[in-house]
């Protein structure tokens, strides 16, 4: 039987007014006045500034020296944020003022380009998360290890720590270019199409802290992958560069650009080019500089890539960049294939030298200070000195020779990280949540680690005819830091309406995705008005809705195939 064809959901209308009554606030059309607050206090201090003023004056200080402006806005340049306040609920979340919300302690952002790391890297980070933030750490869907309680007394001394062994916070969160994904099997995949790790340290090493590119309109994600299953979800980043075969010219990169989610999601586009490895940093500058020159700063909801994007099309996007910002043009370039694999890279899987990597699963990305030291000696005793971030919240170890890898898989369970995780494990992610979050409704971590552990009871004996991993992303605000528009099932946190009373729970999301094995294109879910979930609901509502479309399905349909097709009685 012909499996149904999907159209794919690029995202809502993001178009601003074709004849705007004020100016967009771009720098290169409307001049560099400030135009809203954010801009202002961008524009008076360069937030890189603000390092200097934390290890001299607000260490010695605490947090009540600390300006306001820096604190709720300068200090995310080197990855700070205050953290939700404990005990406030999720209905005064919009109600209060972010000082009313905070706590006197700081999420701490480790940025972890291509998530690549030693394990004496990961050790450290394992012994300042014990040391000074209450053996708290979060793998997150970007790469990145947050630590949560740290002080800004303790700041000046974990990034002492942090740059003695070659990390930092710089530009992990703020208006700049954040974290770049890499594929987490770079340099070691056997099936690998390119290496793209040359290009990710050229970028970091060149562009990241660099006073120019750190007034940019808004936050800016970048991915690179040189791995054939698209492993660092390209379609909703900013700038991203996926390995492909020219038939002429050799491997070089597909560049795509604009892509985010939040309260307006939008998938990349292509711009049709082929970017030599060698020009990738070029590139990718180019791409950035027209951001920071054009891009809108007047309104921050419409400051995103995307935006502008919209308004000027692929055609002229790519004409700017070749005419203003590059040496030379680009050459026409194909399309990268269909992914060939499943880019979480959870299991053991086979190196092109002959060892081995192992990748495992933690619950929803929830692990310890304390695991992450372990993970580092675990890693060190099998014969391995490196391990790896995903962007699907997983850690991957590398280098294992053959006669280890039971042992260690072994161990990882040991640890909480399986390797061998059920689909609903593999399958679920989450965002920081209402436990640390100043934006957050709902708990997200607990609610989904508790919603793993029923389906798996529930379900677990249906995993053969299930097949496939089911995406269950789980999210506490309209935000989509678990990227709830292209998942399976996609929860949005919200106060819901369930028997006339307002509780925590979330929106669905249906039927989203990027490009992988079973779909050719990345697509937006659909959503069912008036379905919501109670949170502590959502196994019931996950296990009603996939025994459904396994009833339901015809051969060969994926999940997100059904539930774009399904009446909306099979959806509830």
Not at 134 to 151: E, F, G, K, P, V
Request: glycine share 10%.
């Amino acid at each position: 039987m012909t499996t149904p064809q999907q159209t794919p959901i690029r995202g809502a209308r993001t178009r601003t007014t074709r004849t705007p009554t004020k100016p967009h606030g771009q720098w290169l059309v409307d001049g560099t006045e400030p135009l809203n607050g954010n801009e202002e206090f961008k524009l008076a201090d360069n937030g890189l500034n603000v390092r200097e003023r934390i290890e001299n004056e607000y260490a010695q200080g605490g947090f009540a020296s600390i300006d306001p402006t820096d604190l709720h806005g300068r200090f995310r340049w080197w990855g700070l944020y205050t953290q939700r306040k404990p005990g406030i609920d999720g209905g005064r979340t919009a109600q209060l003022e972010p000082h009313e919300l905070e706590d006197e302690y700081f999420m701490l952002r480790v940025r972890i380009d291509g998530g690549q790391l030693t394990t004496h890297q990961l050790r450290v980070i394992g012994e300042i998360s014990t040391e000074f933030a209450r053996d708290s750490a979060d793998l997150t869907d970007r790469q990145n290890i947050q630590l949560h309680w740290i002080r800004v007394e303790d700041v000046p001394e974990i990034w002492r720590r942090l740059e003695d062994v070659g990390l930092s916070t710089t530009e992990a969160c703020g208006d700049v270019p954040r974290v770049i994904l890499g594929s987490p099997v770079a340099g070691i995949s056997a099936d690998e199409i390119i290496d793209p790790t040359p290009q990710i340290n050229e970028i970091a090493e060149r562009f990241i802290g660099d006073p120019t590119l750190a007034n940019l309109p808004r936050k800016y994600k970048t991915a690179i992958t040189g791995h054939p299953s698209q492993d660092v979800v390209h379609e909703i980043n900013d700038c991203a560069f996926v390995a492909v075969e020219h038939p002429e010219l050799g491997i070089g990169y597909d560049l795509w650009v604009g892509g985010a989610l939040s309260v307006v999601p939008r998938l990349g586009e292509r711009l049709g080019t082929f970017v030599a490895p060698e020009r990738v940093a070029e590139v990718w500058h180019g791409v950035t500089q027209i951001f920071r020159d054009y891009g809108y700063r007047r309104l921050r909801n419409k400051a995103r890539l995307k935006f502008l994007l919209a308004d000027w099309g692929t055609e002229k996007f790519r004409e700017v960049l070749e005419t203003e910002y590059l040496d030379s043009p680009l050459p026409d370039g194909p399309a990268a294939p269909t992914p060939t694999s499943i880019g979480d890279h959870v299991g053991v899987h086979a190196q092109k030298d002959g060892r081995f990597y192992v990748g495992a699963a933690p619950l929803v990305g929830r692990v310890s200070g304390s695991t992450l030291t372990a993970l580092a000696d675990l890693a060190e005793v099998h014969g391995s000195r490196r391990v790896r971030t995903t962007p699907h919240q997983k850690m991957l170890v590398l280098d294992i020779p053959e006669a280890e890898v039971e042992a260690l898989v072994t161990g990882l369970d040991a640890l909480g990280l399986s390797a061998r995780p059920s689909l609903f494990r593999r399958g679920t992610i989450a965002c920081t949540g209402i436990e640390y979050c100043k934006l957050a409704i709902v708990e997200t971590k607990a609610n989904a680690a508790t919603a793993i552990e029923q389906l798996e009871e529930r379900l677990g004996a249906l995993e053969p005819e299930i097949g496939r991993p089911i995406t269950l992303h789980v999210n506490g605000c309209p935000n989509s830091c678990a990227r709830i528009q292209t998942a399976d099932i996609g929860l949005k946190g919200q106060l819901v309406s369930i028997d006339g009373e307002q509780v925590p729970g979330y929106q669905v999301h249906l039927g989203g995705g990027l490009a992988g094995v079973d779909r050719a294109e990345a697509g937006l879910g659909r959503t069912v008005r008036g379905l919501k979930v109670a949170a502590d609901g959502i196994a019931d509502y996950a296990e009603r809705v996939i025994r459904r479309y396994l009833a339901d399905r015809i051969e060969g349909e994926t999940f997100a195939q059904w539930a774009h097709r399904a009446d909306e009685e099979a959806l509830q």
